[in-house]
């Protein structure tokens, strides 16, 4: 009986800790991308998400000069040299097959090498044979990144769409 007196005080102390602790939590403020970019494409998600979380297609896709991946996994080791000739160090830090996206995270860049930056692909279902690519750049400091970046990534994201556009809308 003693036993159950201080589980019930013990659970009655940590539900009104708890409650008192979410009562003090400020909302989460959402996170915009600094550049995103979207296509409907003529393929089911799945057959996208396979395609483009694939890391041998990767330079299919996006246009890169070079590109190399230890595996698709995550923490897998990338590094890449763009059409424009910038050298890129990053890794997969978001593999999620069931939401069908993959997230990279930069860590050394000619772009910006003092700063880490993160960037998303994301299939969403749209009907049968139907989704949406998005491409979604997360900067550390959005509205703050130097416009050389700006306009490298913007162009980066134009060759994806439009590289995975040529594979699903023929």
């Known amino acids: 009986m003693k036993n159950t007196i201080q ?3 013990c659970l009655v102390v940590m539900m009104f800790t708890a ?3 979410q ?3 400020t909302a989460a403020k959402k996170i915009l991308p600094a550049v995103e970019k979207k296509v409907i494409l003529n393929a089911p998600a799945q057959k996208v998400w396979d395609y483009i979380s694939e890391p041998e297609n990767y330079k ?3 246009g890169v ?5 230890e595996e698709k996994a995550l923490n897998a080791k990338i590094e890449l040299t763009t059409k424009a000739d910038k050298k890129r160090k990053q890794h997969i830090f978001e593999l999620n097959f069931d939401q069908f996206k993959i997230s ?4 050394n860049s000619d772009y910006d090498g003092d700063h880490e930056w993160a960037y998303s692909f994301n299939v969403l279902p749209k009907g049968n044979n139907k989704c949406e690519l998005v491409v979604s750049i997360y900067y550390y400091e959005p509205g703050q990144f130097p ?3 700006n306009e490298g990534i913007t162009q980066e994201f134009n060759d994806i769409i439009a590289g995975v556009s ?3 809308n023929k």
């Open 7 to 9: 589980m019930m005080i």
């Open 104 to 107: 990279y995270l930069v860590t």
């Open 60 to 62: 299919k896709f996006s």
């Open 19 to 21: 409650g008192n602790l």
């Open 23 to 25: 009562a003090q939590m």
């Open 166 to 168: 040529k594979k699903f």
């Open 65 to 69: 000069k070079a590109f190399s991946c």
């Open 147 to 149: 416009a050389e970046f």
